[in-house]
């Protein structure tokens, strides 16, 4: 993994403060390559696995099985994703993930707003004061626990289906999406709504017209965490839906995976399509994606 | 999720302030108009249907002889007496612990390290950032796959092609080493999480604080020691919560790269709670569950007691 040897430590440290005086750093000029480069090299323990799965998807089967996997293919052979794409059933996949995240990201949105403009607001009450030590107590349950009875009640509902994973993913994502509104709604003074009030304004109206514009920064943040979740959740579809025909992409890759154990370039195909979607939104939202995620940290 | 403890942490602080505030602005209280019930009870009623009353019914379950379907009796407590002395569960354990207390102390410690210098005065901080927090967004099991070949195939032949010896094995084929890939990919995958909470945390030590210090002549390796690894002291708590409900937890990178094996060395509890679903073994599995609950709830709870007799604020 990452090595560094303490003095580079206490050199980042001690050069961390970008705005210290130039008195102060003066010996440490000069310095900010050295760190570049460790870090660089630690950073190919992320990019060389990925690496490596997009030289792999491009070879032919007859390179994919020669020598250790890591030269560049050649030819480019474009064909194992046409055969991954068809082995795996991969359009329906991709349709059936894409509707259980935009789903569960909705339904996160939603409900954890709801309820924590609710709890914000009413937190002079009792009940709303509960209802918070209890949705956030739901955080510290992990999912195998309630897993063998909860896929019993979703069959019994008839919701051993995405529609049943998308709820779940929804309640799971519930108790920390509720932390960090009710932590953003507490900062919004209350001024605020009491002049909208005054105004004449709904608690219904209220909500949309005021407070939930004032959330967009925290929905970006909830709505990623929430996405992330669920597109790359294996263990509640796998165990919730009955049908393998209505998988989401990270089951389908599972299932097929005896079906590649020949054909290396067309696995690799495979996952790479399977890992392309968030890595392409994450290379071009980097910024945005960032910010939102180090606010979840700071707030 | 990674960041949940920082807010938590933060949440905690505000209670205190936004209840002072509410009974200051809000008294005499408000009536509380319907609306706002409305508001609250879709979250609430999901939680009461699908955590609690599950939970419950598991726990009455795990009382009796159920397989999963058909006739059932209570037999007391005897599915958790089986429990402790069956070898697979111990196991299971075994390797569910040992593996969480490893991967958190790797994880914290790359983090740790990879925050300082990402804080530090580099070239291409940006980018660098960038790929770090990379591995965040990938599905577990796809990597795994990915990792799957690496070990299992690469890595060998890389290893005989420079004439290593003892490398030239497939590391997941080994009973006694494929715990060591499962710790490498969870590792892997953990620390983006982990790293983005130190950031956070490196961010809010002021700036004085270190030019004091070094008015006074303290060395930066004094400094670091007596000032950075102090004030994010707090957050290595934060982090090591988090990491180990999480990694006890662990299944999609397992399914991934080990399936549980060789054998059953990298089972772990979760992959045996759910082996109840087919091996006529729910009531058992639901005991297994229950002990598995409380067990997270002690290692919190113990954390949570070292955490307040150090004297570290959250």
Same mark, same amino acid.
């Given at each position: 993994m990452v090595t560094a040897d303490p003095a580079s430590v206490a050199a980042a440290s001690r050069g961390a403060r970008p705005r210290r005086p130039v008195t102060l750093s003066g010996r440490r000029r000069g310095r900010g390559w050295g760190l570049t480069l460790l870090l660089l090299l630690a950073g190919l323990t992320v990019l060389v696995p990925l690496y490596f799965a997009v030289v792999m998807a491009f070879k032919t089967s007859a390179q994919a099985v020669a020598g250790t996997g890591f030269s560049l293919p050649s030819p480019l052979n474009w064909s194992s994703f046409v055969d991954a794409w068809t082995l795996t059933g991969f359009a329906r996949a991709l349709v059936v993930s894409a509707v259980v995240s935009a789903v569960s990201v909705l339904g996160v949105l939603l409900l954890a707003s709801w309820a924590s403009y609710a709890i914000v607001h009413n937190w002079g009450h009792r009940l709303f004061r509960w209802s918070y030590f209890y949705l956030l107590a739901?955080? /510290?349950?992990? /999912?195998p626990v309630v897993a063998l009875p909860q896929v019993k009640l979703t069959a019994a509902l008839g919701l051993a289906n995405p529609g049943g994973v998308a709820l779940l993913h929804v309640m799971f994502q519930l108790s920390f999406s509720v932390l960090l509104y009710s932590a953003f709604l507490r900062s919004i003074p209350d001024e605020l709504e009491e002049a909208a009030r005054m105004d004449g304004a709904s608690t219904w109206q209220l909500f949309w017209r005021i407070i939930l514009p004032l959330l967009a920064p925290m929905n970006a943040t909830v709505g990623i965490f929430a996405f992330l979740a669920s597109w790359n959740d294996y263990m509640m579809p796998s165990l919730i839906t009955a049908d393998q025909t209505l998988q989401t992409i990270p089951v389908v890759q599972e299932i097929f995976q005896s079906a590649f154990s020949t054909n290396y370039n067309v696995a690799f195909a495979s996952y790479l399509m399977a890992m392309a979607p968030t890595i392409v939104v994450y290379v071009f939202a980097q910024r945005w994606v960032l910010s939102g995620v180090t606010r979840g940290a700071i707030k | 999720m990674a960041t949940t403890s920082t807010g938590a942490s933060r949440a905690r602080a505000d209670l205190g302030t936004a209840r002072t505030r509410g009974e200051r602005r809000r008294a005499p209280r408000r009536r509380v108009d319907r609306v706002s019930y409305l508001f609250l009870l879709p979250a609430v009623l999901l939680f009461t249907v699908f955590i609690t009353l599950p939970a419950l019914a598991g726990a009455v379950i795990s009382l009796t002889n159920y397989v999963g379907f058909g006739d059932w009796r209570f037999v007391g407590l005897a599915n958790y007496a089986v429990l402790f002395t069956d070898p697979n569960v111990l196991t299971s354990y075994g390797f569910t612990l040992g593996f969480s207390v490893v991967t958190v102390v790797l994880v914290n410690a790359v983090a740790l390290v990879l925050a300082l210098g990402l804080n530090a005065r580099i070239k291409l901080k940006t980018a660098l950032r960038g790929v770090f927090f990379l591995p965040m967004v990938v599905s577990g099991i796809v990597i795994a796959f990915v990792f799957n070949y690496l070990f299992s195939t690469s890595l060998p032949a890389l290893a005989t092609t420079l004439r290593l010896t003892g490398l030239q094995t497939s590391l997941l084929a080994d009973p006694d080493l494929a715990w060591i890939a499962v710790v490498l990919v969870t590792a892997w995958q953990a620390v983006p999480s982990a790293l983005i909470i130190y950031l956070a945390g490196l961010l809010a030590i002021p700036e004085d604080v270190y030019e004091a210090a070094a008015l006074d002549g303290a060395t930066a390796w004094r400094q670091f020691w007596a000032i950075t690894l102090p004030l994010v002291a707090g957050y290595v708590v934060i982090n090591t919560v988090l990491g180990f409900k999480n990694f006890l937890n662990a299944y999609d990178i397992i399914v991934g790269l080990t399936d549980g094996g060789p054998g059953t060395s990298t089972r772990s509890v979760a992959m045996t709670i759910f082996s109840g679903f087919t091996g006529g073994d729910y009531a058992y599995q639901m005991a297994n569950a229950v002990v598995f609950f409380v067990l997270t709830v002690v290692i919190s709870v113990l954390q949570l007691q070292i955490i307040r007799r150090r004297g570290v604020s959250l």
């Amino acid at each position: 993994m990452v090595t560094a040897d303490p003095a580079s430590v206490a050199a980042a440290s001690r050069g961390a403060r970008p705005r210290r005086p130039v008195t102060l750093s003066g010996r440490r000029r000069g310095r900010g390559w050295g760190l570049t480069l460790l870090l660089l090299l630690a950073g190919l323990t992320v990019l060389v696995p990925l690496y490596f799965a997009v030289v792999m998807a491009f070879k032919t089967s007859a390179q994919a099985v020669a020598g250790t996997g890591f030269s560049l293919p050649s030819p480019l052979n474009w064909s194992s994703f046409v055969d991954a794409w068809t082995l795996t059933g991969f359009a329906r996949a991709l349709v059936v993930s894409a509707v259980v995240s935009a789903v569960s990201v909705l339904g996160v949105l939603l409900l954890a707003s709801w309820a924590s403009y609710a709890i914000v607001h009413n937190w002079g009450h009792r009940l709303f004061r509960w209802s918070y030590f209890y949705l956030l107590a739901a955080m /510290f349950i992990p /999912f195998p626990v309630v897993a063998l009875p909860q896929v019993k009640l979703t069959a019994a509902l008839g919701l051993a289906n995405p529609g049943g994973v998308a709820l779940l993913h929804v309640m799971f994502q519930l108790s920390f999406s509720v932390l960090l509104y009710s932590a953003f709604l507490r900062s919004i003074p209350d001024e605020l709504e009491e002049a909208a009030r005054m105004d004449g304004a709904s608690t219904w109206q209220l909500f949309w017209r005021i407070i939930l514009p004032l959330l967009a920064p925290m929905n970006a943040t909830v709505g990623i965490f929430a996405f992330l979740a669920s597109w790359n959740d294996y263990m509640m579809p796998s165990l919730i839906t009955a049908d393998q025909t209505l998988q989401t992409i990270p089951v389908v890759q599972e299932i097929f995976q005896s079906a590649f154990s020949t054909n290396y370039n067309v696995a690799f195909a495979s996952y790479l399509m399977a890992m392309a979607p968030t890595i392409v939104v994450y290379v071009f939202a980097q910024r945005w994606v960032l910010s939102g995620v180090t606010r979840g940290a700071i707030k | 999720m990674a960041t949940t403890s920082t807010g938590a942490s933060r949440a905690r602080a505000d209670l205190g302030t936004a209840r002072t505030r509410g009974e200051r602005r809000r008294a005499p209280r408000r009536r509380v108009d319907r609306v706002s019930y409305l508001f609250l009870l879709p979250a609430v009623l999901l939680f009461t249907v699908f955590i609690t009353l599950p939970a419950l019914a598991g726990a009455v379950i795990s009382l009796t002889n159920y397989v999963g379907f058909g006739d059932w009796r209570f037999v007391g407590l005897a599915n958790y007496a089986v429990l402790f002395t069956d070898p697979n569960v111990l196991t299971s354990y075994g390797f569910t612990l040992g593996f969480s207390v490893v991967t958190v102390v790797l994880v914290n410690a790359v983090a740790l390290v990879l925050a300082l210098g990402l804080n530090a005065r580099i070239k291409l901080k940006t980018a660098l950032r960038g790929v770090f927090f990379l591995p965040m967004v990938v599905s577990g099991i796809v990597i795994a796959f990915v990792f799957n070949y690496l070990f299992s195939t690469s890595l060998p032949a890389l290893a005989t092609t420079l004439r290593l010896t003892g490398l030239q094995t497939s590391l997941l084929a080994d009973p006694d080493l494929a715990w060591i890939a499962v710790v490498l990919v969870t590792a892997w995958q953990a620390v983006p999480s982990a790293l983005i909470i130190y950031l956070a945390g490196l961010l809010a030590i002021p700036e004085d604080v270190y030019e004091a210090a070094a008015l006074d002549g303290a060395t930066a390796w004094r400094q670091f020691w007596a000032i950075t690894l102090p004030l994010v002291a707090g957050y290595v708590v934060i982090n090591t919560v988090l990491g180990f409900k999480n990694f006890l937890n662990a299944y999609d990178i397992i399914v991934g790269l080990t399936d549980g094996g060789p054998g059953t060395s990298t089972r772990s509890v979760a992959m045996t709670i759910f082996s109840g679903f087919t091996g006529g073994d729910y009531a058992y599995q639901m005991a297994n569950a229950v002990v598995f609950f409380v067990l997270t709830v002690v290692i919190s709870v113990l954390q949570l007691q070292i955490i307040r007799r150090r004297g570290v604020s959250l």
